[in-house]
């Protein structure tokens, strides 16, 4: 238990139970209020245009990223979701979007060769976007040289430039991110104490919902504490984020910024797009009405 200097939290000998639960749920509230997470603004931006319907013109180009995902995952890992975690995740991620299930039985299939051998490989494409912004693209692909001419293209054409292989990777590190209902039947406070039993290191309002952040070795055991505090999991994904953020005071350096971002995203080969930016809220108001 930290001591009085270390958190800055006196405690009194207690008999009660709820007494201990509310102290500990006080000192758990400080200590991620000082160890806050960093949240950059291509997070808050992917949040924005996830409270948009997604129109069934681009139906299609989902179940497209979600196959490939599920392909990549059960190649590296085996077909049985028990047994390989990611592949799991991904078939998680591909049922919240909607994807039937014999297009997902069919990706599985793919994957561990029993239809066939895939082609599919995934690679990490790095680079710069207008103002420097870093980003890091994620591919699941069957023609690496049709991949990297497309995003070469794409970077060139918006203002920025793609670079060598670990010129920005360094600045990004892997979590896990979950994001859960906010519900008035929630006690936010039990949600917050099984968390971080379970290895979270922050709870985040988002507004909408809650975002709890986790080590990615944790990320299930996190999944579970939601559930078992009765939770509604949203979304659940490992994420590559940015160690520290660059703030866009440009709004039209902003602008092209996520107009690169958003021809990036809807590259089919494209998994994720992570990058470092941060932008005024208002203004990602406004652009995700112009969209």
Request: overall charge negative; aromatic content about 6%.
């Amino acid at each position: 238990m930290l001591s009085q200097n270390q958190a800055g939290v006196r405690f009194y000998p207690v008999k009660e139970k709820n007494q201990i639960h509310d102290n500990c749920t006080i000192l758990l509230r400080r200590i991620f209020a000082v160890n806050s997470t960093v949240m950059s603004g291509h997070s808050k931006w992917a949040t924005i245009k996830r409270q948009k319907a997604v129109v069934d013109a681009k139906r299609g180009v989902v179940y497209a990223k979600m196959a490939r995902e599920i392909i990549v995952a059960a190649k590296l890992g085996g077909s049985d979701p028990q047994a390989n975690f990611r592949l799991r995740t991904a078939i998680e991620r591909a049922k919240a979007e909607g994807v039937p299930n014999d297009n997902i039985d069919r990706a599985i299939e793919k994957g561990a060769g029993t239809t066939g051998a895939s082609d599919v490989e995934e690679l990490t494409y790095e680079g710069y976007g207008p103002g420097g912004i870093a980003i890091l693209v994620k591919c699941a692909t069957d023609n690496r040289h049709r991949t990297a001419g497309d995003l070469r293209f794409y970077f060139s054409k918006n203002g920025g430039n793609m670079g060598e292989s670990g010129c920005v990777s360094w600045m990004f590190k892997e979590r896990g991110e979950i994001s859960v209902t906010k519900d008035q039947k929630l006690d936010e406070d039990e949600l917050l104490l099984r968390i971080s039993d379970a290895g979270a290191d922050d709870l985040l309002d988002q507004d909408d919902c809650l975002l709890a952040i986790c080590p990615s070795q944790y990320f299930e055991q996190v999944q579970n504490a939601c559930r078992q505090a009765g939770a509604k999991i949203e979304s659940a994904e490992i994420v590559m984020s940015p160690d520290n953020t660059v703030e866009v005071e440009d709004k039209s350096m902003a602008r092209s910024l996520l107009k690169l971002i958003d021809t990036l995203e809807n590259h089919d080969d494209v998994q994720h797009v992570y990058a470092n930016f941060d932008i005024n809220g208002e203004w990602l108001e406004e652009f995700g009405r112009e969209n």
